[in-house]
């Protein structure tokens, strides 16, 4: 089996919807990487977002 090595980030979007409204999230990024003949690959991607414990639902609004 190959290599596998895992790169974990915050990533923070601002910009517009296509329908004009404002968008800021934050997102927290894990990805799994395996080396294939010389090239790395992602093998494995989980996407999730900061949690607000108070009330459970997903709090976008959040900065690191």
Do not use: C, F, Q
């Amino acid at each position: 089996m190959s290599p596998a090595m895992t790169a974990t980030y915050i990533v923070h979007l601002t910009g517009k919807r296509k329908d004009g409204n404002a968008m800021d999230v934050t997102m927290r990024i894990t990805d799994v990487l395996r080396k294939v003949d010389e090239t790395w690959l992602i093998v494995h991607e989980h996407v999730s977002v900061p949690v607000e414990l108070a009330s459970g639902k997903a709090d976008l609004t959040s900065k690191p």
